[in-house]
Each structure stands twice: as C-alpha cells, then as structure tokens.
T-cell receptor
Framework: AQKVTQAQTEISVVEKEDVTLDCVYE???????LFWYKQPPSGELVFLIR??????QNEISGRYSWNFQKSTSSFNFTITASQVVDSAVYFC????????????FGGGTRLMVKP | DAGVIQSPRHEVTEMGQEVTLRCKPI?????LFWYRQTMMRGLELLIY????????DSGMPEDRFSAKMPNASFSTLKIQPSEPRDSAVYFC???????????FGPGTRLTVT
C-alpha cells in the first residue's frame, strides 16, 4: 500500500515570503516516483515536477525548489519570494513501480499568498 | 502540441439521466486515467487503461459507472443512471510510460440535480 500525507491543509503568507509545503510518503517499493501538481483557482491540474527514487538531488526551477530526502520519506516543495499568482492548491503524489502507473495523491495544501 | 482534451467542460443534468464524458489523450501517450475530485474525498482514481486495455477499475464506485477506450485517441466515462452524489469534477489524464508524469485535462464539472 502507498500513502501520501500533506499535513498542512492551508497556508497563508504575505507576498515575497518564502514558503515550504511538506509532503511525506509511504511505500514498500524501492522504485517509485514522486510528483507535485498545482491546481490554481481555475481548476486545472498542472504538472510541476517528477523525481525518481534513485535521484536524491535537489532541484531548482526559478523560484521553485524541491528537497527529496529518502531518510525521512519526504519530498518538500519551497517557493521563494512568493507571489499572488502562486495561490493554488498543491498536491504531492506517489507512483510506485508495483502499483503500475497509478498515482496516489495527498490531500493537498491550499496556499494563499496575500499582497 | 494539444494537451489532454475533455468534453464537455460543464454538464448539468437531472437525476436518472445518462451522462457521457469524453477524453482525448495526448498523442503518443499509452496510459489513460479517469479521476473524480470532490471536496469531501479529494482526488480519486476511478479507472486506468494501458494500451487501450482497462488495467484497474477498482476505483469505479458502482455498476452505474462504465468506461471504454475503443482506440488510442479516445475514451469515454459513462454514468447511467446519474445521481446527485455523482456531482464532481471529472478529470482525464494521460502519460507516456510507467512512472512518467500524468498530464491532466481541464476537467468536466458535472452537476446532477
């Protein structure tokens, strides 16, 4: 069985603050993939990043960065210098090899960035 | 390139009516997924296909729901008869391979009155 936990249901920050969204996962598989998706108020689900279980290098893309730590089964997402347009629900997801292509989603974290 | 295409974008129907949702995956993707999103239950996987073959339909809530994928470029999700509790946003997603990212369509917002 696999499980993804996003303990923060809502986060509110003021523009330009840095914010970290937590994601903790559980799987018995040694080969798995982790994802982050963004769901803005318009409702679509936007793919942000994919990491595989063998690559623990942190990744930075503009103001976004991701910290993958197998030792703590975490895949946290940081937005630097947040902007109002970052306001959305963010989902962390897991796909384990033995689960085929199936994604297990966390419950999501609603981020509100205020001007 | 076009992303995943879903139609209709909004559907309002009365209880008891048949509803058909449509999806065109990204060309070349061999896996297709149907999800349902509600406030109460979040994102739930209903069914997924690999190379047009249904692989896991354990998420399909009951016999009123059925899904087909007659070819690599088209899938339908049908609800017959529809009930108010089926009201949700239904997403279709496709991916290239196991472990690859899933790309979602814009969703169909279904309201059953």
């Amino acid at each position: 069985a696999q499980k993804v936990t996003q303990a923060q249901t809502e986060i509110s920050v003021v523009e330009k603050e840095d914010v970290t969204l937590d994601c903790v996962y559980e799987t018995r598989d040694t080969t798995y993939y982790l994802f982050w998706y963004k769901q803005p108020p318009s409702g679509e689900l936007v793919f942000l990043i994919r990491r595989n279980s063998f690559d623990e290098q942190n990744e930075i893309s503009g103001r976004y960065s991701w910290n993958f730590q197998k030792s703590t089964s975490s895949f946290n997402f940081t937005i630097t210098a947040s902007q109002v347009v970052d306001s959305a629900v963010y989902f962390c997801a897991l796909s384990a090899r033995n689960a085929g292509n199936m994604l297990t989603f966390g419950g999501g974290t609603r981020l509100m960035v205020k001007p | 390139d076009a992303g995943v295409i879903q139609s209709p974008r909004h559907e309002v129907t009365e209880m008891g009516q048949e509803v058909t949702l449509r999806c065109k995956p990204i060309s070349g993707h061999n896996s297709l997924f149907w999800y349902r999103q509600t406030m109460m239950r979040g994102l739930e996987l209903l069914i997924y296909f690999n190379n047009n073959v249904p692989i896991d339909d354990s998420g399909m809530p009951e016999d009123r729901f059925s899904a087909k994928m007659p070819n690599a470029s088209f899938s339908t999700l049908k609800i017959q008869p529809s009930e108010p509790r089926d009201s949700a946003v239904y997403f279709c997603a496709s991916s290239l391979a196991t472990g690859a990212g899933q790309y979602f369509g814009p969703g169909t917002r279904l309201t059953v009155t």
